[in-house]
């Protein structure tokens, strides 16, 4: 669970200001500013766009459009100036395999500069324009191309995507969550929170770290990824309550690092950045010659200057 590391810290890192974590929830969408989504205008409602759909004119109307008629929503990101936007467009959008494509979708156009394409990159690590990411409404991730290189490989793609996601939706409905196997349960969890649905993660992780039969590494496993979810969700107590029960148990010294920084995180997102700095600062006396002490001291250095401390 190596991976949990570099995404929390580096998000640590990165920020001018502690903030609420995002919440990435399986519920529908947040509106990052009402009305402000600054979407290029593809078509009005009732007229047709490229592929032969009709494109919403916001990002709201998409999300509302795909939850009544029960389809995918499609976004392209695009921005001003863009040639490589517009190289994508000339060779997609003639395409019969963009029509077809687009048949269980509701298209729309996001600027990657508005309050929304900032929301989705952060989100979703859509790191450019252009870009194609499918979700659906709920914000459940299907299929996500940063850049684009060539007709043929973006099809296969999404069109791979999408169906492993459709098979992987019908696995998630026919779930009963208490029966589950600790494999099972842990495996499910961790695909649904990086699909960005820690909500529907949750009660997966939780299963697999308390089901009998799991051995103490998939236990330790489903835990860190547990803590993850919950604080993707604001919910900082039982994400420290979590951490603090694998941090008790773990024998392992590289896991009770990884532990021991994302605990410290934890005051972050409920904006105390003291009692972060002070739990960094432990860090660096325990662990002198960890592989992650060039980056906790790089964050130690960031708080001191934002608490004003010695």
């Known amino acids: 669970m190596s991976f949990l590391l570099p995404i929390f810290l580096s998000a640590a890192l990165a920020a001018p200001e502690p903030a609420a974590p995002s919440k990435a929830s399986g519920a529908p969408l947040p509106v990052p500013t009402a009305g402000s989504d600054a979407s290029p205008k593809m078509a009005e409602p009732t007229g047709m766009g490229p592929g032969n759909a009709i494109w919403a004119t916001s990002v709201e109307d998409a999300i509302q459009r795909a939850t009544r008629e029960g389809k995918f929503v499609f976004f392209e990101f695009t921005k001003k100036e863009c040639g490589n936007c517009q190289r994508m467009d000339g060779l997609l959008y003639p395409a019969f395999d963009f029509e077809a494509l687009l048949v269980p979708m509701v298209p729309v156009k996001v600027s990657f500069e508005s309050p929304w394409g900032k929301d989705f990159a952060s989100r979703y690590s ?54 589950l196997s600790p494999k099972e349960a842990f495996d499910t969890g961790n695909e649904l929170y990086h699909r960005a649905d820690p909500q529907a993660a949750i009660p997966r992780l939780k299963r697999a770290a308390s089901a009998s039969g799991a051995t103490a590494s998939q236990r330790e496993d489903a835990l860190e990824l547990l803590a993850a979810a919950q604080l993707d969700l604001g919910q900082t107590a039982p994400s420290r309550q979590t951490i603090e029960r694998l941090l008790s148990t773990t024998k ?52 001191e200057e934002r608490v004003k401390t010695p």
């Open 126 to 179: 859509v790191e450019d324009a252009p870009s194609v990411l499918i979700t659906t409404p709920e914000g459940r991730l299907v299929f996500l191309a940063n850049g684009f290189f060539n007709q043929g490989d973006f099809f296969r793609h999404a069109n791979a995507a999408v169906a492993g996601y459709r098979k992987f939706a019908r696995e998630i409905e026919a779930q009963d969550v208490a029966k």
């Open 252 to 303: 392992d010294r590289a896991r009770r690092e990884r532990g021991e920084i994302f605990r410290a995180q934890i005051p972050l997102a409920e904006n105390r950045p003291v009692e972060a700095l002070a739990l960094f600062r432990k860090f660096q006396k325990a662990h002198p010659t960890s592989p992650h002490i060039a980056r906790v001291n790089e964050l130690v250095h960031r708080l």
